[in-house]
């Protein structure tokens, strides 16, 4: 499990890095308001900030859904060791009878 939990974390903090520099570079942001809209659509409650121009808002909505995406795949890390210990408590073989 603590081996998920490294990767899940490597990715969320790649994908701030990811998008702190994408606001900075693209919107002019400070890094600090950078962090929090990038934290904000990691999180899934979206920008916060109004975008001003057309590079910012095309990476705002790749972003975006890239972000819906990491979304997926960090919950997919933490509850596959769970749901296989899971399985291990009920003897679940997986395969045809």
Do not use: Q
Request: net charge negative; hydrophobic share 55%.
């Amino acid at each position: 499990m603590a081996n998920h939990v490294a990767v899940a974390a490597g990715l969320i903090a790649l994908s701030l890095l990811v998008g702190m520099w994408g606001y900075e570079h693209y919107e002019h942001l400070l890094w600090r308001d950078a962090f929090l809209n990038t934290a904000m659509l990691l999180g899934g409650m979206g920008p916060v900030d109004p975008l001003h121009s057309n590079g910012g808002k095309v990476f705002a909505g790749i972003f975006a859904l890239y972000a819906g995406m990491v979304f997926l795949v960090v919950a997919g890390l933490l509850l596959v060791p769970v749901i296989h210990r899971i399985a291990h408590l009920f003897h679940f073989e997986g395969g045809p009878r």
